[in-house]
DNA sequence: CTTGGGTCCTGTGCGC
DNA sequence: TGCGCACAGGACCCAA
């Protein structure tokens, strides 16, 4: 699930939950998620403010009174559970049912000076946190490569035909690639393609002209309408009505092989392909 | 350098 | 019901 507008949510979350807020308490209940964590984690944690949550390509930057940032990523099945003091639990990234059998993996917990608690769950444990100096982020081994921001207005047309240059693979395997563009994963890459009318099998390098200005708009476009429905659902799931929900509801073509597409001028069946490794889906006639 | 494939890990849903 | 298999929102790493 933790695509760009996805993290963007969760970042939004946290924000105004944790933001001026101290860790009264951290318990870390695992050495190591994706990788070790670093040494002393939970100790250095401890007592820090947290002045603001930041989000770079899919990672969340927890900037912390020490000039140190909690840096940490989803993976595929990451999210952010919060609870209050009394009360339910609110879910940031995921609905969630069936407590319990859930809660061992619960890997961090946070707990901030109000009572709020932050749960850090993810089952697959292919999400990531470290801390690091503030100063040497960008240079951080995670975060030095990656390509630019799809919703910053410097990312246009130019700045992805240039990033496209001479690509061999199919442009749905480069969209995937955070060196080409960040915070885009197999949803929306999907996604954006089926609304800029562009087959997935392409070629990179031959997205150019009036083909890459259509994609940069319906990246932004499409990315934008999530981040504009995960905050609504988010608030929705306040009231615990346990509705599934976010965008999933309005998948044009991920996950829907075989049933019509959305075109009302067409209704040829989604497609379903393999490209590296990943589930790719999209209308034959309407892309191309 | 680019590109493709294997890999990490657990849970879920489906056919039999 | 149980079992085995395919597949799942990511991205690193390494061989070619």
Redesign the pocket.
Same mark, same amino acid.
């Given at each position: 699930?933790?695509?760009l507008p996805?993290v963007e949510t969760v970042r939004r979350g946290l924000e105004q939950r944790l933001a001026g807020r101290v860790l009264a308490r951290v318990d870390q209940r695992r050495a190591d998620l *994706?990788?070790p964590l670093p040494r002393d984690f939970a100790k250095r944690l401890t007592g820090r403010r947290v002045v603001s949550v930041g989000r770079r390509? !899919?990672?969340l930057l927890v900037n912390l009174d020490d000039g140190n940032v909690l840096l940490a990523?989803?993976?595929?099945?990451g999210r952010m559970v919060l609870e209050k003091p009394k009360g339910g639990p609110q879910t940031l990234? /995921?609905f969630h049912?069936?407590r319990g !059998?859930?809660d061992?993996?619960d890997h961090i917990v946070l707990t901030a000076d109000d009572g709020w608690v932050v749960k850090f769950n993810d089952?697959?444990?292919?999400g990531m946190m470290d801390l690091v100096p503030a100063e040497r982020l960008a240079g951080h !081994? @995670?975060i030095k490569? @990656?390509g630019p921001e799809p919703l910053d207005p410097a990312f246009d047309a130019q700045a992805l035909a240039l990033r496209l240059k001479? /690509? /061999?693979?199919?442009i749905k395997? +480069?969209l995937?690639?955070?060196?080409v563009v960040? $915070?885009? $994963?197999?949803?929306? +890459?999907c996604e954006a393609l089926f609304r800029a009318g562009i087959s997935p099998k392409r070629l +990179?390098?031959t997205v150019q002209g009036a083909r890459v200005e259509k994609l940069v708009a319906a990246i932004k476009a499409v990315l934008d309408d999530a981040i504009a429905a995960g905050g609504s659902t988010l608030r929705d799931y306040v009231q615990a009505s346990g509705e599934l929900g976010?965008?999933?509801h309005r998948f044009q073509v991920?996950?829907r092989e075989g049933k019509a597409c959305v075109s009302r001028a067409c209704r040829k069946k989604v497609r *379903?392909l393999?490209?590296? $490794?990943?589930?790719t889906f999209y209308c034959a006639n309407c892309q191309r």
């Open positions: 699930m933790p695509e996805e *994706r990788f390509a !899919k990672y990523h989803l993976g595929m099945s990234g /995921k049912h069936d !059998k859930r061992r993996h089952p697959r444990r292919f !081994k @995670l490569n @990656l001479g /690509k /061999k693979t199919s395997t +480069a995937l690639d955070q060196r960040v $915070g885009i $994963g197999n949803i929306y +890459a +990179a390098r976010y965008f999933q991920y996950d *379903r393999v490209q590296g $490794g990943r589930s």
